[in-house]
């Protein structure tokens, strides 16, 4: 395994990522998440692009379907025929039109990720739990993909845990870095957050 070090006003390079410092106000800034070899890493960039354009694209359909007055029957016919969902589902269908434009949107911009990563997978969790399990525990209902959202749950929660950091918005204006000191707590959390 291949290591190359450089002084520290250049960076350092490792087999594992690569650091370097800025050299307009020197702040350290982790570009690459340590995460392996170059095509793992570029296969969760383009998942997480990929996979905040899907979301990004339903979120703009449920305001089509607004612009339309169609919005409430839509999400009625679609996931929530329980009486208790049924008398809220314009204001069910809006939050989570909300949660899918900005969370994709997030995801391809690559900020915020882990939380938007996190709320996409709760909403399609939810809309997979309220639609009755994407019919698997009521019986087929006519839906045509019998696991779609439950997988899109999954693939989130592995965006969550992965967070692909280059070809971001996060990483290329070094935002943690700048919002808390390098070797703090408090930068990590912000990290987590922002990242």
Avoid: C
């Avoid at 960076?11 to 800034?29: C, E, F, P, W, Y």
């Avoid at 570029?42 to 996979?51: G, K, N, P």
């Avoid at 525990?137 to 839906?143: A, E, Q």
């Amino acid at each position: 395994m291949e290591q190359v070090q450089v002084t520290s006003e250049l960076g350092r390079k490792t087999a594992h990522g690569l650091r370097r410092i800025s050299s307009g106000n020197a702040l350290d800034v982790e570009t690459v998440h340590s995460f392996g070899t170059a095509p793992a890493e570029m296969l969760w960039i383009a998942v997480r692009i990929v996979f905040g354009a899907v979301f990004l694209i339903d979120g703009i359909l449920k305001w089509v379907l607004m612009s339309q007055g169609a919005l409430s029957s839509a999400v009625l016919g679609m996931y929530f025929s329980t009486p208790a969902m049924a008398s809220q589902s314009l204001l069910l269908g809006i939050l989570v039109g909300l949660g899918e434009t900005f969370g994709g949107l997030f995801l391809m911009l690559g900020i915020f990720q882990r939380p938007a990563a996190l709320w996409s997978s709760a909403i399609m969790l939810a809309i997979y739990v309220m639609g009755g399990f994407d019919s698997w525990y009521t019986g087929f209902s006519g839906k045509v993909d019998l696991g779609g959202d439950l997988s899109l749950s999954l693939v989130y929660i592995m965006l969550a845990l992965v967070v692909p950091l280059r070809f971001g918005l996060s990483s290329h204006f070094h935002l943690p870095e700048r919002i808390a000191p390098k070797d703090t707590s408090f930068h990590r959390l912000v990290r987590a957050l922002v990242a």
